[in-house]
């Protein structure tokens, strides 16, 4: 006895050439369909391409400019004050940014402390003890004049407690303007 056809096997099914045309012909007699995905399309790519570039503290160098956003308002009438700017960058990390355009912050120097995980926490003052002097130095350097009497300054920014427990042991120094105001320039070698 013969065995009966299952339902689906009295079609003929088409090719996945078959198909693909077949979608590209009614997305064709689809005109405004076309438009909206060619938008949505363009859009998500201006987008990833737009989209600034994210960083932790563990990943910034000596010469990485930054934006560090200080809330909701994009539209921030200065860098923000040292305390408020590294905690946002330990917590939450930064932008990237060109050097050449407006930034608030170029990344003088960074270290990692030698201390393993379980290493109880020194305290600020033990762990900016020494750096102070190393980012002095490194800003002649870096800046192409010494730090006094520079329209430029820096901040040294280390682990807080709850971040030194989580293991974090990464130190930096930060470049800003001394009146805060946005660098549109790089610092590097601009001898200001």
């Known amino acids: 006895m013969a065995k009966p056809k299952r339902e689906n096997d009295r079609y003929v099914h088409a090719s996945l050439r078959e198909q693909l045309t077949g979608a590209l012909r009614s997305w064709r007699s689809h005109k405004m369909a076309l438009g909206v995905a060619a938008i949505i399309l363009t859009g998500g790519l201006a987008l990833a391409v ?113 971040r030194w427990t989580a293991g974090s042991r990464v130190g930096i120094c930060l470049l800003y303007q001394r009146d805060r105001a946005f660098l549109t320039s790089p610092a590097r070698g601009g001898n200001r």
């Open 50 to 162: 737009m989209t600034p570039s994210h960083v932790r503290i563990g990943d910034l160098r000596a010469g990485d400019c930054l934006y560090v956003p200080m809330g909701k308002d994009d539209l921030q009438a200065d860098v923000g004050l040292e305390a408020d700017v590294l905690l946002v960058l330990y917590f939450q990390g930064a932008e990237r940014a060109p050097c050449t355009a407006s930034h608030g912050h170029e990344v003088l120097a960074t270290w990692t402390y030698p201390e393993p995980a379980g290493t109880p926490w020194p305290g600020r003052d033990a762990l900016v003890a020494g750096r102070a002097a190393a980012c002095t130095s490194a800003f002649a350097d870096y800046v192409g004049r010494p730090h006094d009497g520079s329209a430029l300054t820096f901040t040294v920014g280390v682990p807080d407690e709850p």
